[in-house]
C-alpha cells in the first residue's frame, strides 16, 4: 500500500521565491497534518484539516504561510515569499478516521532550503 | 498549552537497557504518545498510552503516571538499529489530533 507521498524531496530556493510543498494522503484517511522539524524547535505542528476543511491554523507562523486541501487526496503548503528562516524539513501525515490512537503516518517530508 | 521535556540525547550500549523520559504539562490529557525517527526518515508510531501503568510490545514498553505528568519509553536488548530519536507528545484535552512534539531524544547504541 502507498503511503502518504510528499513533493518535491528537496527544494532550493533564494530568498523571495514562493515556495509549494505538495502531499498526497494515505486514501481513506480524512485528517490530513503539515508539521515542520528543524532542530532548534523540534517538530511543530502547523495546521491541521479534516475532511478536507482547515480545523487549526494556529501553528502557521504567519501570513506568508497558506495551506489548501482541494481534495480528499491532494493537499499543499505554500510559502510566498520565502525566507532563509523557513529552511527546515516539512512533513506531511495522515491519520485514520475515528478517534483512537490517533496514529499519524508520515510521509518522508520536503527539505527546504531558503538561500 | 503543553510542555514537554525529555532528555536531548543518550548514550547506551548494544544488548542492555535504555530507559527514556518523558515529563509533560499540559491543560488537559488526552493520551500520550511515542514515536520513534531515524536519521533523515520520517518518524513512526510506536506507542499511546492513555491510561497509568506499563504497556509492552516486543522489546519496547512504554509506562505512563498522569498524576506525575510523566513517561517513560524502555528499550530492552538494545540493537544498532534502535540508535534514532525518540519523540514524545501530548495532545490537549478536546484537541486529540493536535500532537505537538518537541525535540526528542537523540539515542546513539553503541557495540
Not at chain 1, 500500500?1 to 518535491?8: R, T, Y
Not at chain 1, 521565491?17 to 485528517?31: A, D, F, Y
Not at chain 2, 540508535?83 to 507528545?89: H, P, V
Request: hydrophobic residues 35%; aromatic residues 12%; proline residues 6%.
Amino acid at each position: 500500500d502507498a503511503g502518504v507521498i510528499q513533493s518535491p524531496r528537496h527544494e532550493v530556493t533564494e530568498m523571495g521565491q514562493e515556495v509549494t510543498l505538495r502531499c498526497k494522503p494515505i486514501s481513506g484517511h480524512n485528517s490530513l497534518f503539515w508539521y515542520r522539524q528543524t532542530m532548534m524547535r523540534g517538530l511543530e505542528l502547523l495546521i491541521y484539516f479534516n475532511n478536507n476543511v482547515p480545523i487549526d491554523d494556529s501553528g502557521m507562523p504567519e501570513d506568508r504561510f497558506s495551506a489548501k486541501m482541494p481534495n480528499a487526496s491532494f493537499s499543499t503548503l505554500k510559502i510566498q515569499p520565502s525566507e532563509p528562516r523557513d529552511s527546515a524539513v516539512y512533513f506531511c501525515a495522515s491519520q485514520t478516521p475515528g478517534v483512537g490512537t490517533g496514529e499519524l503516518f508520515f510521509g518522508e517530508g520536503s527539505r527546504l532550503t531558503v538561500l | 498549552g503543553q510542555n514537554i521535556d525529555q532528555p536531548t540525547e543518550m548514550t547506551a550500549t548494544e544488548g542492555a537497557i535504555v530507559q527514556i523520559n518523558c515529563t509533560y504539562q499540559t491543560s488537559g490529557f488526552n493520551g500520550l504518545f511515542w514515536y520513534q525517527q531515524h536519521a533523515g526518515e520520517a518518524p513512526t508510531f510506536l506507542s499511546y498510552n492513555v491510561l497509568d501503568g506499563l504497556e509492552e510490545k516486543g522489546r519496547f514498553s512504554s509506562f505512563l503516571s498522569r498524576s506525575k505528568g510523566y513517561s517513560y519509553l524502555l528499550l530492552k536488548e538494545l540493537q544498532m538499529k534502535d540508535s534514532a530519536s525518540y519523540l514524545c507528545a501530548v495532545p490537549p484535552r478536546g484537541g486529540y489530533q493536535k500532537v505537538t512534539f518537541g525535540t526528542g531524544t537523540k539515542l546513539q547504541v553503541i557495540p
